[in-house]
């Protein structure tokens, strides 16, 4: 218990004393986090829907598939990412490994089948509702995905909140493809296995508040502004 209290005043003391370290590793978590969700519903979103609407052979399969990536081990992917992006890989010539980008890949490959198995689970309800009236409108496949979207749009907030809450706590991955360099690729979960590792558990548990706050923080505002949960409109 005694950690524990040491973690919270350590929290404390960083945010009201505006360390300068902590507010970059905390910009840089959000930013390599928020575009790696960006980029994952881009991607995972339609795919889910075009899964909940087309009907094809070996779909069941790829459904499947798909939500067995949710379960992806990130030291894997971040295995995968490294070797790709490494010199001796397809993708070596752009430089990119040990950057925030190499980090947003990887994330990117970590979060897009949970979103899009979410999304699919999420339109496929909103299918089975609105079929009849769709077919009898004679909507096009693509009248049909953009409207269930909309409709759809709290639910798939939630997929992509979900992901933001994988993408803000994962370590292995950015670990590996992004090599914890102070002042370039650190971000908090990094930080914090780094200071784990040093034995300086106070500082840990400090970061851990903060990453804990910033994760509960950002789903409440984006809640918000939103309008999830309000009455009349959920």
Do not use: C
């Amino acid at each position: 218990m005694t950690e524990i209290f040491e973690g919270l005043k350590a929290a404390i003391w960083l945010i009201v004393t505006f360390d300068a370290d902590l507010y970059e590793i905390a910009l840089r978590s959000l930013y390599v986090t928020i575009t790696a969700v960006i980029f994952s519903s881009v991607i995972g979103l339609p795919l889910g829907s075009y899964l909940a609407l087309r009907r094809f052979r070996r779909r069941r399969l790829v459904v499947a598939l798909l939500n067995a990536l949710m379960g992806l081990p990130p030291v894997v992917v971040g295995l995968i990412v490294y070797l790709m992006l490494s010199r001796s890989g397809p993708f070596g010539v752009f430089g990119l490994l040990f950057t925030p980008t190499a980090m947003i890949i990887a994330q990117v490959v970590i979060i897009t089948p949970l979103v899009a198995s979410i999304a699919h689970q999420a339109i496929r309800e909103l299918w089975a509702e609105y079929h009849d009236l769709l077919i009898s409108l004679n909507a096009t496949r693509g009248q049909r995905m953009r409207t269930l979207l909309w409709d759809g749009r709290r639910a798939l907030l939630t997929a992509s909140l979900a992901g933001f809450g994988r993408g803000i706590g994962e370590v292995g991955a950015i670990m590996i493809v992004g090599g914890n360099i102070d002042h370039v690729t650190r971000v908090l979960t990094t930080a914090i296995a780094l200071e784990t590792g040093k034995g300086d558990f106070a500082l840990a548990l400090g970061l851990g508040f903060v990453l804990i706050f910033l994760a509960v923080a950002i789903n409440l505002l984006i809640h918000r502004i939103s309008g999830t949960e309000v009455h009349g409109r959920w």
